[in-house]
């Protein structure tokens, strides 16, 4: 399925501004005058980055992934970014596990795998980046708010950090509900923003 994700992306400055996000959401039920709603987690993902020898999807600004789903489903993602920082183009497919494997040389490619090779053509990829989150959900203003510590594993460096993300399941000509949330979550908890794809920051280090 071919979609248009809006979303903001941010570093927390640390743990303890993640406690207080925690505490503040699941705990005390300090909403900060937000009509919060749909809390859940923790919930927790692993993904794996493929890319070519020569980096070519890092270099382009997109990125392929292969992950679990709960369900005995695995998921394939391409993603590649637009000229606005806000946005990326997300093709994603729900598999079997057997199915999603297949797909990546078989003769029926799942839409993830297509657009892949739109990019790349048949140029030879293999596992780039392993990425482990554990997160928490809400959701307020429209919008779906991911936080949680991330574990960046890649062959020249290992590392964790806390990020938060502010999504939107479609782009709408009116975003002001994203970038007030966001407004108001930076100043409350101290967030730096920072655009780059998961697979941009674990390839740099930090």
Request: with cysteine; hydrophobic share 35%.
């Amino acid at each position: 399925m071919r979609k248009m994700e809006v979303e903001l992306k941010y570093i927390m400055p640390d743990e303890e501004s993640f406690w207080r996000l925690f505490n503040d959401v699941f705990v005390r039920g300090d909403h900060f005058s937000l009509a919060i709603k749909n809390c859940r987690g923790p919930i927790s993902r692993s993904d794996i980055y493929f890319d070519t020898q020569d980096l070519r999807l890092l270099k382009s600004g997109c990125c392929f992934r292969f992950g679990s789903k709960a369900g005995n489903l695995s998921r394939l993602t391409f993603k590649e970014k637009t000229k606005d920082k806000k946005t990326r183009v997300e093709v994603e497919d729900f598999l079997p596990t057997n199915e999603a494997i297949a797909s990546f040389s078989g003769s029926h490619p799942s839409d993830a795998v297509v657009a892949l090779r739109e990019k790349i053509g048949n140029t030879p990829i293999a596992p780039k980046l392993y990425v482990y989150k554990m997160f928490f959900v809400f959701e307020a203003n429209g919008c779906e708010i991911v936080f949680g510590p991330d574990v960046y594993m890649g062959d020249e460096n290992c590392f964790r950090r806390f990020d938060l993300e502010i999504e939107k399941e479609t782009e709408g000509s009116d975003n002001n509900g994203l970038i007030l949330l966001g407004m108001k979550l930076e100043e409350r908890y101290g967030l730096c923003s920072d655009f780059r794809s998961k697979y941009e920051v674990g390839m740099s280090g930090k």
